[in-house]
């Protein structure tokens, strides 16, 4: 299409990031560049140190996108200083105002991630070398109705509450296995362990499997029975949630932030609130049995989503 992609460390944690402030000026004013977009602290700080001293009348118009519910503070406020400010749900336009009061609402623009239903088809089933694959590498999930809880080893995704929803259903006779579909964080290594540890512990090493990173999520979550969401604070939007049920595979998840708003417009049947283990296992077990239909995922199509970006840029330039 003729863009041009310049690979700057503008993102690199150091003093030396700084430099980058006078090249990127001198590139905005000699290819006279319309929008700025910035979506990340960081590159937000030296594209506005760039962009503030140029001439008011010619400059490119400022945007921002707020994509996570970031720490409150001087530095997290760079995102907040868009001309238009772009989040990528309500959970985010509530944390923008509830936490930086001289926001002006109008300037804040709510345009949902998307996933492409082309990626993410509705219906989908992996091909048989796949499948055949598959049952090789995990042959404990063979005749077991498998829950997938996909993310990071971290803290945020509620591995706990998954470990013990895994251990009251096997202690009622629920043929289930539990998988833990994620790459280790490096910094979080204890963390891991103490997962492993856990596992163990409960006595569930053959109904739990980590299987750690995968690039294969589409085929993974169409052979789920279930998609879970349990992390245990709010998140900003849920892709993991939007694609399992663009696929048309039920997902449960906690009822707040980002997560909780895919589910009350497309699967409302998933909903269960915070830290209620009594609760997911018993949404479980009826979905299980009866899992409901699923809505369109149309409002958070990528197509949507590009859509609207480029028509706030008209609007912007307008």
């Known amino acids: 299409a003729g863009s041009r992609h310049l690979q700057w460390p503008i993102g690199h944690k150091s003093l030396r990031t700084l430099k980058l402030v006078r090249p990127l000026r001198r590139l905005l004013i000699r290819e006279g560049v319309d929008i700025l977009h910035v979506r990340s602290r960081l590159p937000a700080w030296i594209a506005w140190l760039a962009w503030r001293s140029m001439e008011p009348a010619t400059r490119p118009r400022f945007i921002t996108t707020v994509h996570g519910l970031y720490s409150v503070g001087r530095y997290s406020a760079i995102m907040t200083r868009g001309e238009r400010v772009i ?42 070398a796949w499948c055949a694959a598959w049952r090789e590498q995990y042959p404990r999930l063979a005749g077991k109705r498998i829950l997938t809880l996909p993310g ?33 964080d490096p910094r979080r290594h204890a963390y891991a362990e103490e997962l492993q540890k856990n596992v163990h512990a409960r006595g569930l090493d053959s109904h739990i499997t980590f299987t750690g990173p995968r690039s294969d999520m589409s085929a993974i979550y169409a052979v789920a029975d279930l998609v879970l969401s349990l992390s245990g604070k709010p998140e900003s939007f849920g892709r993991t949630v939007l694609e399992a049920l663009s696929l048309g595979v039920p997902v449960i998840g906690y009822d707040h932030g980002g997560v909780g708003e895919i589910l009350r417009k497309i ?52």
């Open 87 to 128: 989040a990528v749900s309500e959970t985010v336009r509530d944390y923008i105002l509830d936490n930086y009061p001289g926001m002006e609402p109008g300037r804040i623009r709510v345009i949902y991630r998307g996933v492409d239903p082309e990626d993410f088809p509705r219906g989908y089933q992996p091909g048989p």
């Open 267 to 318: 699967y409302p049947a998933g909903m269960v609130p915070v830290g209620d283990v009594d609760g997911l296992k018993d949404r479980v077990k009826t979905l299980l049995e009866s899992p409901g239909s699923i809505g369109g995922t149309g409002c958070f199509s990528l197509h949507r989503m590009l859509d609207a970006t480029l028509q706030l840029y008209r609007e912007v330039l307008q």
């Open 152 to 184: 990071r080893l971290t803290r945020l995704k509620g591995h706990n509450d998954f470990i013990e929803l895994v251990a009251r259903l096997h202690e009622q006779g629920e043929p289930v296995h539990g998988l833990i579909v994620g790459g280790e």
